[in-house]
T-cell receptor
Framework: NAGVTQTPKFRVLKTGQSMTLLCAQDMNHEYMYWYRQDPGMGLRLIHYSVGEGTTAKGEVPDGYNVSRLKKQNFLLGLESAAPSQTSVYFC???????????????FGPGTRLTVT | RKEVEQDPGPFNVPEGATVAFNCTYSNSASQSFFWYRQDCRKEPKLLMSVYSSGNEDGRFTAQLNRASQYISLLIRDSKLSDSATYLCVPDYTGRRALTFGSGTRLQVQP
């Protein structure tokens, strides 16, 4: 049981390049999330998904796209990277009640992205 | 007003000390709370869930005061390995995502 895994662990991009970050979970969780964390700051929610085939915007969605084609995977895409997107990206997942309420989230180890 | 307010610290304490952090929240709709710890440049990890008035796990005790709208985390017999940032996270009814603040930084010194 690996929990939440993220690929890659590190990446350096040039401005304008694109990339996809992959998050996978093996806990059969319905909900998945993408956050970014800048130095000295808290986590900020980018996008989230409450089930396969569904996505929703979080607090800071601009410049990012996501897809949830399979329940266990949640992809975060940067179409045209900018230096302001230099950050650590964390993926998380949680189970949910039938009411839709979420519960504690479990995080992946993060992806450190630098955009030059 | 922020949903959650925590003293950013740092709290510098010697090994073996008892330290307490408070977290005040503004939305009384929060059903439960989580305490996460985050080590430098690592992912947040769930430390404790608090669904009623409190919870205890070894050296860690969380107490929830709904009337005054705060939750505290008490760490007894601090270890060097307790050095981390502690995040207080409310779980609101009907919300599908948690909101994380910047937390309180603890530095345990030898």
């Amino acid at each position: 049981n690996a929990g939440v895994t993220q690929t890659p662990k590190f990446r350096v991009l040039k401005t304008g390049q694109s990339m996809t970050l992959l998050c996978a979970q093996d806990m059969n969780h319905e909900y998945m999330y993408w956050y970014r964390q800048d130095p000295g700051m808290g986590l900020r929610l980018i996008h989230y998904s409450v089930g396969e085939g569904t996505t929703a915007k979080g607090e800071v969605p601009d410049g990012y796209n996501v897809s949830r084609l399979k329940k266990q995977n949640f992809l975060l895409g940067l179409e045209s990277a900018a230096p302001s997107q230099t950050s650590v990206y964390f993926c998380a997942s949680s189970y949910s009640e039938t009411s839709g309420a979420s519960h504690e989230q479990y995080f992946g180890p993060g992806t450190r992205l630098t955009v030059t | 007003r922020k949903e959650v307010e925590q003293d950013p610290g740092p709290f510098n304490v010697p090994e073996g000390a008892t330290v307490a952090f408070n977290c005040t929240y503004s939305n009384s709709a929060s059903q439960s709370f989580f305490w996460y710890r985050q080590d430098c440049r690592k992912e947040p990890k769930l430390l404790m869930s608090v669904y009623s008035s409190g919870n205890e796990d070894g050296r860690f005790t969380a107490q929830l005061n709904r009337a005054s709208q705060y939750i505290s985390l008490l760490i007894r017999d601090s270890k060097l390995s307790d050095s981390a940032t502690y995040l207080c996270v409310p779980d609101y009814t009907g919300r599908r995502a948690l909101t994380f603040g910047s937390g309180t930084r603890l530095q345990v010194q030898p």
